[in-house]
């Protein structure tokens, strides 16, 4: 079955820095892969998806990379503030938009 | 726009009683709805599609005997957890995509189940 891997650890970064979060996978070949985030208590909210065939997308201060060699994607956060403080969660997704699959998410937070 | 509520945000029940959770897309119409498990630190599970008029789709290992879903119309999905026990306590989220619109989905703000 799919295995998704994301740093259970914390990430702790200063205010301004860049942050990047990491997402590894296997024994999957999703077409899309998304992140969210998503507060204490709460559901994710989406942020990004990006396609098999895209190497990289961007939206105001977020990116995102897509490796399908490595199998990785990439998750950066340019400016960060501590509002950004949450954790972040990728999920691979099928053709179809029926199956989704997530990691267990990274902690991050933005230290003013 | 795009918003999903859940209700309730949190039950507390006795073992081997029922909780309903329902879940509303409050300005869009959701042709399928979502509805997920997450344990603490741990990934979101999806348990199963719901399909407005149609029987929802179980994820493998889920019991479709133990978790009724009805998704009787375009903005309401319910969970039904029948005969719960602790080992089913646990945060359940559900989402919600956009009639047509398959690339997104809209979360639920969860519900949280303790069962005693």
């Known amino acids: 079955s799919q295995k998704i891997e994301q740093n259970s650890e914390a990430l702790n970064i200063q205010e301004g820095k860049t942050a990047t979060l990491t997402c590894n996978y296997t024994?999957?070949?999703?077409?899309?892969l998304q992140w969210y985030r998503q507060d204490p208590g709460r559901g994710p909210v989406f942020l990004l998806l990006?396609?098999?065939?895209?190497k990289e997308k961007r939206k105001e201060r977020l990116k995102v990379t897509f490796d399908t060699t490595l199998k990785q994607s990439l998750f950066h956060i340019t400016a960060s503030q501590p509002a950004d403080s949450a954790t972040y969660l990728c999920?691979?997704?099928?053709?179809?938009?029926?199956?989704?699959?997530f990691g267990s998410g990274t902690k991050l937070n933005v230290k003013p | 726009g795009a918003v999903v509520s859940q209700h309730p945000s949190w039950v507390i029940c006795k073992s081997g009683t029922s909780v309903k959770i329902e879940c509303r897309s409050l300005?869009?119409?959701?042709?399928?709805m979502f509805w997920y498990r997450q344990f603490p630190k741990q990934s979101l599970m999806l348990m199963a599609t719901?399909?407005?008029?149609?029987?929802?789709?179980?994820e493998q290992g889920v019991e479709k005997d133990k978790f009724l879903i009805n998704h009787a119309s375009l903005t309401l999905s319910t969970l039904t957890v029948t005969s719960a026990h602790p080992e089913d306590s646990s945060f359940y989220i559900c989402?919600?995509?956009?009639?047509?619109?398959?690339?997104?989905?809209?979360f639920g703000p969860g519900t949280r189940l303790t069962v005693l």
């Open positions: 989402s919600a995509r956009i009639s047509g619109v398959v690339d997104t989905q809209y």
């Open positions: 990006i396609r098999e065939n895209e």
């Open positions: 999920a691979l997704v099928s053709w179809n938009f029926n199956k989704f699959y």
């Open positions: 300005d869009f119409q959701a042709t399928t």
């Open positions: 719901s399909n407005e008029g149609s029987k929802a789709t179980y």
């Open positions: 024994n999957y070949s999703p077409a899309y």
